[in-house]
């Protein structure tokens, strides 16, 4: 039984040290546990609620387990306690009803004023179509027609080869990198419809605050708002066969004047090109808010 045990906390310990040493954690903070307050409005306010809702639970947590605690030692069987004989309390029985709903609604009400902020893609600027695929990410911008495939890095994707020989630890960014990022401007509603061609994927940038599933069939619907230029990643989050752990997720925010030229120049480059064949394609027409 013992040897059972052990064996198990080993397993328990090879599984904590193969979590803590994926690839993703080499780029972030090893021992970053609580989750991102990320870089817009919304991700800020999720992160807010994530904490209020830590520490209700946390008080709630000690003062349970601390009751909990006095009783068992305090009334135990070798000084004598005898349990009593009761069971039904009216009183106890409505007060501890009463406080989980108000505690509750007190949690329920500001969650779902975010969750409505966060459903509300009214007024955006730009439409962007978010395509998953086994295994990349199809990006088009609908109001311009540009559109592009972003896969796995090269260098990333020659070293996870089996017996490729190359060490991991020379590539920068090892498996979070992509050959060509999702660009978008700062300061501006960016609006994503988001969905995909072939099996349940799921687009999930942290610093944003919110996934969002991508399903054949069926356009969801996201928005983000950031203010600071910079580079966000993110990964797959539904497993999705076998290379899902290999389609990295990288926003890159410029300064809008920076992305004006961006685009432009994409433009041109497209000019001519097939654009990217999304299955989506007609069900994303139908879903873009009516113009006007
Ligand atoms: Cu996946």
Redesign the pocket.
């Known amino acids: 039984m013992k040897q059972i045990g052990m064996g198990l906390s080993r397993i328990g310990i090879a599984t904590a040290a193969m979590a803590f040493s994926l690839p993703g954690m080499a780029a972030v903070d090893r021992w970053k546990l609580n989750m991102t307050p990320g870089v817009t409005d919304v991700s800020q306010q999720v992160y807010d609620l994530h904490m209020i809702v830590l520490w209700i639970c946390v008080v709630i947590g000690v003062l349970v387990f601390g009751a909990m605690g006095v009783a068992m030692f305090r009334f135990r069987k070798s000084r004598g306690a005898i349990a009593e004989k009761w069971a039904h309390n009216d009183k106890a029985e409505l007060v501890l009803t009463i406080i989980p709903v108000l505690i509750l609604i007190s949690m329920a009400w500001p969650a779902t004023k975010v969750l409505i902020e966060m459903a509300d893609t009214r007024d955006a600027e730009m439409t962007i179509e978010v395509t998953g695929y086994q295994?990349k990410w199809g990006y088009r911008y609908v109001d311009s027609g540009v559109s592009f495939i972003s896969s796995l890095a090269r260098d990333s994707d020659d070293t996870r080869q089996l017996g490729s020989g190359l060490d991991p630890h020379s590539v920068k960014n090892y498996l979070l990198d992509v050959d060509r990022p999702l660009v978008i401007p700062a300061d501006t509603k960016v609006r994503f419809v988001i969905t995909a061609g072939d099996v349940i994927?799921?687009w999930w940038v942290p610093a944003l605050g919110w996934k969002q599933d991508a399903i054949p069939g069926i356009i969801n619907d996201q928005w983000t708002l950031v203010k600071e230029p910079g580079i966000y990643r993110g990964q797959?989050a539904?497993?999705?066969?076998k290379d899902?752990g290999f389609?990295p997720i990288v926003v890159e925010v410029k300064p809008k004047a920076e992305f004006e030229q961006w685009l432009a120049a994409q433009q041109g480059a497209n000019a001519g090109a097939e654009p990217v064949a999304t299955l989506a394609e007609p069900v994303a027409a139908e879903a873009a808010p009516s113009q006007g």
């Open positions: 295994w994927h799921s797959c539904e497993l999705c066969g899902h389609m």
